[in-house]
């Protein structure tokens, strides 16, 4: 069983930056962050293959945000800058043990079996 824990969430004004942290129990191959504001499906923010550092963003964070795994194969950031009201969301980390999860074309949540609790990201205009 892989447990992930987030860190790093908050509230900020419009413009500003957080890091969002993750730390898995064991070693991943595909580590993903996905987002849900209410009232709107989860969303697929940012997906690294770990390694390979193969990355994916959605188009809506891209040039602002920054998929990044750290020294040990298990822990995940997400840098965030330029903030905007509309990046206001639950944000998840989810993980697989396979590097195939990370092949597909866009991150589906149904992807991932592992998950984290979520940490809260509210921007302020």
């Known amino acids: 069983q892989v447990q992930l824990v987030e860190s790093g969430g908050g509230s900020v004004q419009a413009g500003g930056s957080l890091r969002l942290s993750c730390a898995a129990s064991v070693s991943t191959s595909c580590m993903a962050w996905f987002r849900q504001a209410p009232g709107k499906e989860r969303e697929g923010v940012a997906r690294i293959k770990l390694g390979g550092f193969t990355t994916y963003y959605a188009d809506s964070v891209k040039s602002r945000f920054t998929v990044s795994q750290g020294n040990a194969k298990n822990t995940l950031y997400l840098q965030m800058n330029s903030l905007k009201p509309e990046d206001t969301a639950m944000y998840y980390c989810?993980?697989?043990?396979?590097?195939?999860?990370?092949?597909?074309?866009?991150?589906?949540?149904?992807?991932?079996?592992?998950w984290g609790q979520g940490t809260q990201v509210t921007i302020s205009s």
């Open positions: 989810a993980a697989d043990l396979y590097y195939s999860t990370c092949y597909s074309a866009l991150p589906r949540a149904t992807d991932f079996p592992y």
